[in-house]
């Protein structure tokens, strides 16, 4: 015989079953109906409520049509957002390329002759001239007691970004070919040229050689054909002709001397590429994060102070881990990071690796407490332009307002890099400075906006127990 249920015992069950159909309702729902709602949308038979997967977008069911306005409200609110960020936003990025270089980069001329060649090379290149690129300044060869080797030291410690030298006895050389013609003679030895192709690599193949090399080419031509007029009525010249034709046709011409060759292609990747999805994995641990505590209810059980240690907590030991996979890596395309440090310059990689992941993730982890997921994507968007945009081309070539780049993570970290992989000028204790003293800033933030954040949901849930009490 079947026990009989009290009336309390009954009551007890419909309250729980109630519950677990209000529960299911809210999960379609995206929130938790009235009493009135739950029962009609619970029926089955009920006319009130809608139909669960039976309705087309365009239904007239009262709860549709409430459905429809707020979709369409969101989605109009979220275009408008996306096309301020293409108007406001991606013009930095377009802006860092549009008429570049919008400056000369700075060179030098340093005449160590002394005669007639010197005195050609620096007439024809420092002349005013609209089209380069490069703006040539005439520095005294007494600066430079070292001589030529001097010039090209300082040209790899980024004093200037380009030199040309005229080579000491270049004039007497070619005298001296000219009066007794000489087979071995080569015009190529009276100007040197000396660059850092590591500095920037887009700089050095699209800015300084093509310039360097057009202004050159120039002088030597003009330097030739005044030759040829000089030697013209000469008794050598069908001496010169048969025994050194070269001497007539190009008596001055230019080596290039590449002191800092981007000579790792997969350097590419640490140094501008790479640095895009280094941020992406940073903003997934963002995002994992975020999604583990509101699983776990971690962001209302803990107090604020372990909260904030959890999170922090987290991101500095999930980055550690990461960025030494992403060094590990590195090393197994063969990127040689052993160039300036010995072997300790893997070391330094995965530091710099390290503090860029900290800093590129940290820097959303903050706002995210005040923005959320749907508003993080937009500053993340903003974050990757504002980097990128001082990452390709040097910033002296750029408009002067993106002289910020100086202090931007992605710039520190590309130098950082380059003085790793490619021996360029170490500026590793200025980097390093930049990218500590970010991830000290977005640690501040976290703690800010996730302060904001507390006092918010406790007042949210305040208000919720005051209602319930009501």
Not at 72 to 96: C, D, H, N, Q, R
Not at 220 to 238: E, L, P
Request: charged share 15%; proline share 5%.
């Amino acid at each position: 015989m079947m026990p009989d249920i009290s009336k309390d015992e009954r009551a007890s069950t419909s309250h729980s079953t109630e519950m677990q159909e209000s529960q299911k309702a809210e999960r379609v729902y995206g929130h938790a109906p009235s009493r009135s709602q739950s029962g009609a949308s619970l029926n089955p038979n009920a006319q009130s409520g809608p139909a669960l997967y039976q309705n087309t977008f365009f239904s007239r069911d009262p709860t549709m049509t409430a459905a429809r306005k707020l979709y369409m409200k969101m989605l109009i609110a979220g275009m408008f957002a996306s096309t301020f960020v293409v108007f406001g936003i991606f013009p930095i990025l377009y802006g860092s390329f549009y008429k570049t270089p919008a400056r000369k980069l700075p060179g030098w001329i340093v005449d160590f002759d002394g005669g007639i060649v010197g005195q050609a090379v620096i007439t024809g290149l420092a002349a005013p001239n609209p089209f380069s690129l490069v703006n040539w300044s005439v520095m005294p060869a007494s600066q430079f007691p070292g001589g030529v080797n001097e010039v090209a030291n300082n040209v790899a410690e980024e004093k200037t970004w380009v030199a040309v030298t005229v080579n000491s006895g270049a004039s007497s050389r070619l005298s001296a070919a000219l009066a007794s013609p000489n087979a071995s003679y080569d015009g190529s030895q009276a100007i040197s040229v000396y660059g850092a192709e590591a500095r920037n690599e887009n700089a050095y193949r699209g800015i300084l050689i093509p310039s360097a090399q057009a202004g050159l080419t120039i002088v030597s031509t003009q330097f030739a054909m005044q030759s040829a007029r000089m030697v013209s009525n000469s008794s050598t010249v069908s001496q010169l002709m048969s025994t050194s034709p070269q001497t007539l046709v190009t008596p001055i011409y230019f080596n290039i001397f590449n002191l800092r060759p981007f000579d790792q292609p997969v350097a590419s990747v640490v140094v501008f590429v790479g640095l895009l999805f280094v941020l992406i994995l940073s903003f997934f641990i963002v995002m994992i994060g975020f999604v583990a505590r509101e699983k776990t209810n971690l962001r209302r059980l803990l107090t604020y102070r372990s909260l904030v240690q959890l999170r922090l907590a987290t991101s500095f030991i999930a980055y550690f881990i990461l960025s030494l996979f992403d060094s590990l890596l590195a090393l197994a395309f063969q990127l040689n990071v052993n160039k300036k440090f010995g072997h300790g310059g893997f070391m330094v990689f995965w530091m710099v690796n390290f503090l860029g992941m900290c800093t590129m993730g940290l820097a959303m982890e903050g706002p995210l407490s005040l923005l959320g997921p749907p508003g993080l994507p937009f500053l993340f968007l903003i974050w990757i332009l504002v980097n990128v945009a001082v990452c390709a081309f040097p910033i002296e070539v750029l408009p002067v307002i993106y002289r910020y780049g100086y202090a931007m993570p992605f710039y520190a970290i590309t130098k950082a890099c380059r003085t790793i992989v490619f021996s360029t000028k170490n500026t590793l204790g200025l980097d390093f400075g930049i990218l500590v003293a970010w991830t000290a800033f977005c640690c501040l933030t976290v703690i800010l906006f996730g302060y904001v954040r507390r006092r918010r949901d406790m007042r949210e849930t305040r208000q919720l127990e005051e209602e319930k009490l009501d």
